[in-house]
């Protein structure tokens, strides 16, 4: 433990990964809300395009490395692409699932396509989609603190309206809530969300970090803001997990940190009815034994 904790390149990549373990769960719990659980893979997809894009415009600059713009690029696309696609399904032109379907496959396919006009492979894209927490750099802990730092703040900020929003949108027309401004919101903050974690789990893995933490949340906890509360200490708790493991034993990060949480998933749902049963069962004893205790009181 003493070497990990000496070691620069792990206290930045910890740093990375409890910043997004904590941001990250923000804006799933309002998804999930809102049944939406699936839009986080969508605008990865789309990120993915953006960040082909940054490859292009650094190639055209002469920039050196060539990626140097693209987070920059992801950010910008994925903030574009949630927004539009928001704006499509508020205006009933096209469904949820297949608005999602059009991010999920016009955002990968233009990707591999735009990296190659810039001179790239499909290789090049690899770290962006399962992550690459093992190069994060000084610049990139600043970057990530600052993305999920605004994350952090709207989303907490928010956290009335957006529910109200996410529970019922007629409900938060008729309480005068600019609804369409806020789903535009709640869409850019999952884009930044996505850009924020794909350094620790990738694009195609960073929805899992939002939504896993919440559904685990949900079995446990009574309420809103206490779903929100324990998903987040739930994504920084597998997400430290996962790092410490991958420094240990040669595993991938992003992969390591997602089943991680799906296996705390699984462990909930397992044990859950065993203490709900056993909640029953000394809720049954109790008003029994109370009962007796009574009965001996009056005799005496």
């Known amino acids: 433990m003493i070497s990990l904790l000496s070691d620069p390149l792990m206290l930045r990549a910890l740093a990375v990964a409890i910043l997004v373990g904590a941001?990250?769960?923000?804006?799933?719990t309002f998804l999930v809300q809102r049944r939406?659980?699936?839009?986080?893979?969508?605008?990865?997809?789309?990120?993915?395009t953006g960040v082909a894009l940054g490859w292009l415009v650094g190639s055209w600059l002469g920039l050196v490395p060539r990626d140097t713009l693209a987070v920059p690029g992801a950010i910008v696309a994925s903030i574009v692409g949630a927004t539009a696609i928001e704006?499509?399904?508020?205006?009933?032109?096209?469904?949820?699932?297949?608005?999602?379907?059009?991010l999920f496959y016009g955002g990968i396919a233009s990707g591999a396509l735009v990296i190659k006009i810039a001179g790239g492979t499909s290789a090049n894209l690899v770290a962006y989609l399962f992550g690459s927490i093992s190069t994060v750099s000084s610049a990139d802990v600043v970057a990530t603190a600052v993305l999920a730092g605004v994350t952090l703040c709207a989303g907490l900020g928010l956290r009335s309206a957006l529910f109200t929003v996410s529970n019922d949108e007629e409900v938060a027309l008729a309480s005068g809530l600019p609804v369409r401004a806020l789903n535009v919101a709640l869409a850019a903050l999952a884009a930044l969300t996505v850009t924020t974690a794909m350094r620790v789990?990738?694009?195609?893995?960073?929805?899992?970090?939002?939504?896993?933490?919440?559904?685990?949340?949900?079995?446990?906890?009574?309420?809103?803001?206490?779903?929100?509360?324990?998903?987040?200490?739930?994504?920084?708790g597998v997400s430290v997990a996962g790092l410490c493991l991958t420094y240990w034993y040669d595993l991938p990060p992003g992969a390591t940190i997602v089943v991680l949480a799906v296996l705390c998933h699984a462990a909930v749902v397992a044990v859950r009815p065993v203490l709900a049963w056993r909640r029953k069962r000394i809720g049954t004893r109790r008003p029994a034994r109370d009962h007796a205790q009574v009965r001996g009181g009056s005799a005496q």
């Open 87 to 102: 704006l499509i399904r508020a205006r009933g032109r096209t469904s949820g699932d297949l608005a999602l379907a059009l």
């Open 201 to 236: 789990v990738g694009l195609l893995l960073v929805s899992a970090l939002m939504i896993v933490p919440v559904a685990i949340a949900q079995l446990i906890a009574k309420s809103f803001a206490g779903t929100m509360a324990l998903a987040g200490f739930v994504a920084v």
């Open 36 to 48: 939406l659980a699936l839009l986080g893979d969508g605008i990865g997809h789309v990120a993915l």
């Open 23 to 28: 941001a990250a769960p923000v804006v799933g």
